[in-house]
């Protein structure tokens, strides 16, 4: 006997969740990985800037698969919002040093 439609679509959510916060994880882990490659009194704004960027691909990816923003498991614009989120925070710590230009 096949699983009841409700088991069946709740392990299916189940799956995307997870797949979504996988690919959250790799997304920043690669993100910081980078951002250790910029010089030292950069690292901050280069983060920042990767994570805006992250942020920007999450969306672009939700937009090109049609992905609807209030769904019921976590999905592209969660993974977006929740980069936006690093973002900000990272931009917190940001001083006017790291965004002036240089003479």
Not at 48 to 64: K, N
Not at 72 to 95: C, I, S, T, Y
Request: charged share 15%; hydrophobic share 60%.
């Amino acid at each position: 006997m096949p699983p009841a439609p409700d088991t069946e679509s709740a392990e299916m959510r189940a799956l995307q969740t997870r797949a979504t916060v996988l690919r959250f994880l790799v997304m920043t882990a690669a993100t910081l990985l980078f951002s250790t490659m910029a010089a030292a009194e950069a690292r901050l704004a280069v983060l920042h800037a990767m994570l805006l960027v992250t942020a920007g691909v999450a969306v672009a990816f939700a937009l090109v698969k049609r992905e609807p923003i209030a769904a019921p498991a976590l999905n592209r614009w969660d993974e977006a919002l929740a980069h936006l989120a690093l973002a900000l925070l990272v931009g917190l710590f940001l001083g006017d040093a790291s965004v002036r230009p240089s003479r």
